[in-house]
């Protein structure tokens, strides 16, 4: 059932099914995703953590922050831990199996929600193949990726996730270095390509964009991908109370666009049509550094020797911010 | 000898206890009873276990605290939703307090708030929060 969130007044009389007295960080970005994800659905929902900051701090024995069906898996297969449980959910279902609290909420038109959520090390790197199986197999779940652009629960290696130029433990910036050399890695796409029914990029600053593109993820049939704009106060080195700032900045400048792709398959899972849309248009796209000066992990990046990282970033934004566009005009 | 955590009604009875004084287990349960549809029960009314954080708090990871000032409150909820801690108590679309067991300071709700002057503000820690609210700053001109 589509839970009606017409404005924040609406959704503020959502009851949270997550608690107060984890052991995330104050201002903490992953706290806010997973409480607007949750706060989407009135449905039951059941969820899967890889390690991270967010099963690390959720799940700190004896003690749990979940009112939801919840599951403490590894690293690597968050997902596959998702896609069992909906593989085991529609078996239960058919032979007439579930149990009776649930076959009763399913009678009301309240069929469960299958949630993953990954850090970006979990996601893009380690945790890739086995969400690589679960989405060309087809499973019937959503996947959020909680990206902030580094390993943060263990001391922030940098991840395939870390943007060009960031300082990270592992590419610190020093007198021979400007950190990060290579560029992010374009996971939207990536999943895009694996012929999912709907991925999307969200970030909670945009809690109606994030909700909306939530919404209709529940709502299709496959596996579903969200990449979640993540600001992480501890290594991207910012003040707790400006995470929501830092956000608008990543989602103003474009460096962090909000769209989404929808493919459609026939029933031979041929993809007959793709389309782009992008979701948010800046009514004044930012300079890149703006966004950049907001977050001591890039402050290096200001010394007049490194100054050409800037105007590379700010190359690779336009660039792709301008490939979205056509892509949208072209309905590809 | 090891304490079951199902025998364990109060949460100061865990928070006592050792590592060790506990038999591990694989399953922690967020209430003492079945709750038939969670979503829709308030958390005043939810029967939380003691291993639910709900029971714990984090309060004293604070050293200043959002005061909550009512007069000035337009009921936008954006601190509600920004809250990274469920720590913005919000009723029937109105913004009630900050629940102090689990705010930590982070100050991200006085930053969204939209009120001129604010209707949160961060204060030290020990401020008395009358006291905060009668130097309660004026409103701002625009620059
Ligand atoms: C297979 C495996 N390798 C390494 C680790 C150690 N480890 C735990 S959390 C973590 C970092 C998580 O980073 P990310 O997925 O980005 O989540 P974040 O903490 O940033 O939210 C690592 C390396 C592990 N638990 N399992
Ligand atoms: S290290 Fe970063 S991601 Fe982890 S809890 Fe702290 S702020 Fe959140
Ligand atoms: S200071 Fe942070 S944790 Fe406390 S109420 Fe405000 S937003 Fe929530
Ligand atoms: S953000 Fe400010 S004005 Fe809006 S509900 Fe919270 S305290 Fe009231
Ligand atoms: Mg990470």
Redesign the interface.
């Known amino acids: 059932m589509v839970k009606k969130i017409k404005n924040l007044k609406e959704f503020s009389l959502s009851n949270d099914r997550f608690e107060g007295a984890n052991l995330m960080c104050p201002g903490c970005a992953h706290n806010i995703i997973v409480r607007e994800v949750l706060n989407a659905t009135d449905d039951p929902v059941i969820v899967a953590t890889a390690t991270g900051c967010l099963e690390v701090c959720t799940a700190v024995y004896p003690k749990t922050s979940w009112d939801v069906s919840w599951i403490h898996i590894g690293f690597e297969n968050a997902a596959v831990a998702a896609a069992t449980v909906s593989a085991a959910y529609e078996v239960a279902k058919r032979k007439g199996k579930l149990p009776p609290a649930t076959q009763k909420l399913v009678e009301e038109g309240k069929e469960p929600k299958i949630v993953a959520f990954g850090g970006d090390g979990g996601t893009y790197d380690i945790g890739f193949q086995s969400l690589s199986g679960a989405f060309e197999r087809g499973h019937n779940f959503m996947y959020v990726c909680l990206d902030n652009e580094v390993y943060a629960n263990t001391g922030g290696q940098r991840s395939s996730s870390t943007p060009i130029g960031a300082s990270t433990s592992t590419s610190p910036a020093g007198s021979v270095s400007y950190g990060e050399k290579m560029m992010k890695k374009s996971m939207v796409e990536i999943m895009a390509d694996h012929g999912a029914p709907y991925v999307a990029q969200v970030s909670p600053s945009k809690w109606k964009d994030l909700v909306k593109k939530v919404q209709k993820g529940f709502e299709v049939y496959g596996p579903v991908y969200i990449n979640a704009q993540s600001a992480c106060t501890t290594e991207w080195k910012h003040a707790p109370e400006d995470t929501i700032e830092v956000s608008d900045l990543g989602v103003d400048s474009c460096v962090w666009p909000l769209y989404e792709i929808i493919n459609e398959r026939d029933e031979h899972g041929i993809i007959y049509s793709t389309k782009l849309n992008i979701t948010y248009r800046p009514k004044k796209k930012i300079p890149v550094e703006e966004y950049l000066a907001a977050q001591p992990r890039f402050r290096h990046l200001f010394k007049p020797e490194n100054r050409h990282i800037i105007d590379l970033w700010q190359k690779a934004v336009d660039a792709r911010w301008e490939y979205l566009q056509r892509r949208e005009e072209a309905g590809v | 000898m090891a304490k079951d955590?199902k025998e364990i009604k109060d949460v100061n009875e865990?928070k006592d206890l050792g590592?060790d004084e506990?038999i591990?287990?694989a399953a922690?349960?967020?209430?003492t009873e079945?709750?038939?549809?969670?979503?829709?029960?308030?958390?005043e009314e939810?029967p939380y276990a003691p291993?639910?954080?709900?029971?714990?708090?984090?309060g004293d990871?604070r050293v200043e605290k959002p005061v909550y000032n009512r007069d000035l409150c337009i009921?936008?909820?954006?601190c509600?939703?920004?809250?990274?801690?469920?720590?913005i108590l919000?009723r029937?679309?109105k913004m009630i307090g900050v629940?102090y067991?689990?705010c930590?300071?982070?100050?991200?709700c006085?930053?969204?708030c939209p009120t001129n002057p604010k209707s949160l503000l961060m204060f030290p820690e020990h401020t008395d929060n009358a006291q905060a609210l009668a130097m309660w700053p004026k409103k701002e001109e625009k620059k």
């Open positions: 955590l865990i590592w506990l591990p287990g922690l349960f967020s209430f079945p709750v038939e549809d969670v979503v829709e029960v308030p958390m939810r291993t639910n954080s709900h029971e714990w708090q984090v990871w009921d936008c909820q954006f509600w939703v920004f809250c990274p801690d469920m720590s919000s029937d679309k629940i067991e689990h930590k300071g982070c100050g991200i006085v930053e969204v």
